[in-house]
Antibody, heavy 123, light 108 residues
């Protein structure tokens, strides 16, 4: 069974750093793009970016470029989303999701999804 | 970037009725690279439709997708109680692969 398991909820203060994770299992981790999606409280889904663990090719939404870093460690089948200095506005649920088919180009839908990681940033 | 606009924002219907959700793109979506997702509170989003009209594995046939170019539609032929949720469209033909703002399907 293909599964994405995300790290647990986090409570942080503004200015702190954070790295959340998404571990893939049940498939060839290096052959599928993985992406991150943000959902702020009461809002819709926002596409943040994607990474191809095979060669670490990464694409960001202009809205998130420079604000977060997406990375992957193929030796442990895990993708990451990290912040160097959190803001209160980073409070949100973050989902990882795998693209639906193995491909070099990221021309695929998201399926399956991780369970989500709630990040709360508050002083 | 391609902007996806979903309408209506909220749709109030009763079980057994037909639901028609619209997704309009600011420019043509190449090769019908469009997906639909269902999202319920406390759960991860679930893929319903990809390629504009192909149902994902395990999705009931009351869900159907259609459209091409800039206009796409998700139709739920006969609403079941478990279908009331928020629905998003997403294009994936180019980066960034944006989502629409969502349509909330609520019980009337």
């Amino acid at each position: 069974e293909v599964q994405l398991v995300q790290s647990g909820a986090e409570v942080k203060k503004p200015g702190e750093s954070l790295k959340i994770s998404c571990k893939g299992s049940g498939y060839s981790f290096t052959s599928y793009w993985i992406g991150w999606v943000r959902q702020m409280p009461g809002k819709g889904l926002e596409w943040m970016g994607i990474i191809y663990p095979g060669d670490s090719d990464t694409r960001y939404s202009p809205s998130f470029e420079g604000q977060v870093t997406i990375s992957a460690d193929k030796s442990i089948s895990t993708a990451y989303l990290q912040w160097s200095s959190l803001k209160a506005s980073d409070t949100a649920m973050y989902y990882c999701a795998r693209l639906g088919a193995a491909a070099i180009l990221p021309l695929n839908w998201f399926d399956p999804w991780g369970q989500g990681t709630l990040v709360t940033v508050s002083s | 970037d391609i902007v996806l606009t979903q309408s209506p924002g909220t749709l109030s219907l009763s079980p057994g009725e037909r639901a028609t959700l619209s997704c309009r793109a600011s420019q043509s979506v190449s090769s019908s690279y469009l997906a639909w997702y269902q999202h319920k509170p406390g759960q991860a989003p679930r893929l319903l439709i990809y390629g504009a009209s192909s149902r994902a594995t395990g999705i009931p046939d009351r869900f159907s997708g259609s459209g091409s170019g800039t206009d796409f539609t998700l139709t739920i032929s006969r609403l079941e109680p478990e279908d009331f949720a928020v629905y998003y469209c997403q294009h994936y033909g180019s980066s960034p692969q944006t989502f629409g703002q969502g349509t909330k399907l609520e019980i009337k």
